[in-house]
């Protein structure tokens, strides 16, 4: 079966820098979403990619997507102590629901 | 901004008790969900439902487990005879439809603790 996988597992930052977190799956995918958590709460929904398109952008959110090597990566700028959360990436394909991966652990460090 | 509730936000129960959680999805929505996460551990799909009937369900999904939706607006995941192991927060999700650019809503969860 499909399944993301993120990496790192965890990720430890300072205020302003950069943060990429990768996710890597099996199949094809119909889309690829990626919701953030924070701890002990809901699933936020941040972004979607469609298999069609190779990049998006929401604010400080790049998302990348490489079918070819079923592989995203979301990029968060100049990140803010208040991105601390964990990061997953969910794919879905063609109506099947969706798989999401173990996720990244950001900690941003003030 | 519309949103998926959920209640209870945490409950305690015994081995062995039966445990009804309960959610609100949105209400435009037609398609519910229900995913569980261990500590710690990935998100995991456990059923969808649609048009009043389970349209796909996981292995962890099995006879403990049940859904309904008594009413036009509750959406609910029964587990009978609740396990150590069930011990994980609930999340229950919806979306408009299906298909290409669907996005699913979740809540914010109803923590279970069986003891």
């Known amino acids: 079966s499909q399944q993301g996988e993120e990496d790192p597992q965890a990720l430890s930052i300072q205020e302003g820098e950069n943060a990429t977190m990768n996710c890597s799956y099996k199949?094809?995918?119909?889309?690829l979403q990626w919701y953030r958590q924070n701890s002990g709460r809901g699933l936020v929904h941040l972004i979607l990619?469609?298999?069609?398109?190779r990049e998006k952008h929401s604010g400080r959110l790049r998302v990348t997507l490489d079918t070819s090597k079923k592989s995203s990566s979301l990029l968060i700028t100049a990140s803010r102590a208040a991105d601390t959360a964990s990061y997953f990436c969910?794919?879905?394909?063609?109506?099947?629901?969706?798989?999401f991966g173990p996720g990244t652990r950001l900690s941003v460090l003030p | 901004e519309p949103e998926v509730t959920q209640t209870p936000s945490h409950q305690v129960t015994q081995m062995g008790q039966e445990v009804i959680l309960r959610c609100v999805p949105i209400?435009?929505?037609?398609?519910f969900y229900w995913y569980r996460q261990i500590l710690g551990q990935k998100v995991e799909f456990l059923v969808s439902?649609?048009?009043?009937?389970?349209?796909?369900k996981s292995e962890i999904f099995d006879d403990q487990f049940s859904v309904e939706r008594p009413d036009g607006s509750n959406f609910t995941l029964k587990i009978r005879s609740t396990k150590l192991e069930d011990s994980a927060m609930y999340f229950c999700a919806s979306s408009p439809r299906t298909g290409t650019g669907n996005t699913i809503y979740f809540g914010e969860g109803s923590w279970l603790t069986v003891v």
């Open positions: 969910a794919t879905e394909n063609y109506g099947q629901n969706f798989v």
């Open positions: 439902f649609y048009n009043n009937e389970i349209s796909e």
């Open positions: 209400s435009n929505h037609l398609y």
């Open positions: 990619i469609r298999s069609n398109e």
């Open positions: 199949t094809s995918i119909n889309n």
